[in-house]
């Protein structure tokens, strides 16, 4: 018999906030492999896979109101980066590898948050996306409405 892949809420729909709106959490189903899916002989090593890695990036989003994901060579990280500073708005840049090195690593935090590129930009603990994500927010004012909603938990 096979095992089904399960769908989880893990979506925040900001497409229309007004002034000072929180995100409102809507259904958003992602597709993962169920536990039951996976032999016991592998669970753990599927569990904890570059795990430091990700809880580095839990821990800076936890604790910053921007976060920038990035990696080396690639322009967008830098773009997201140059537009907060144009807009003097304070962020904490991670950097992991290049194309060339640590891109098995990377993919510990595409397979996380679900996200298939870099920049991961995140605001007040929320993915919203890469650097052309950000600059909609930025030019819509969505990300000061962000910065001063509550942070997600």
Not at 32 to 61: C, F, G, K, T, W
Not at 73 to 97: M, S, V
Request: aromatic residues 6%; hydrophobic residues 45%.
């Amino acid at each position: 018999m096979r095992a089904s892949p399960t769908s989880t809420p893990v979506a925040f729909d900001n497409a229309f906030l007004g002034a000072g709106e929180a995100p409102k959490l809507r259904r958003m189903p992602r597709h993962v492999l169920p536990e039951s899916s996976l032999h016991p002989a592998i669970r753990d090593h599927v569990a904890n896979l570059n795990r430091d890695l990700v809880e580095e990036v839990q821990q800076a989003v936890a604790a910053n109101d921007i976060v920038v994901v990035g990696m080396r060579q690639n322009p967008a990280p830098k773009r997201a980066c140059k537009l907060l500073k144009e807009a003097g708005i304070p962020h904490t840049y991670l950097e992991y590898g290049s194309y060339l090195g640590e891109w098995r690593r990377r993919n510990a935090l595409k397979m996380w948050s679900g996200w298939p590129t870099f920049p991961m930009v995140f605001v007040r603990g929320v993915l919203v996306g890469g650097a052309s994500d950000l600059a909609k927010l930025i030019a819509s004012g969505e990300l000061k409405a962000l910065l001063a909603a509550e942070r997600a938990s």
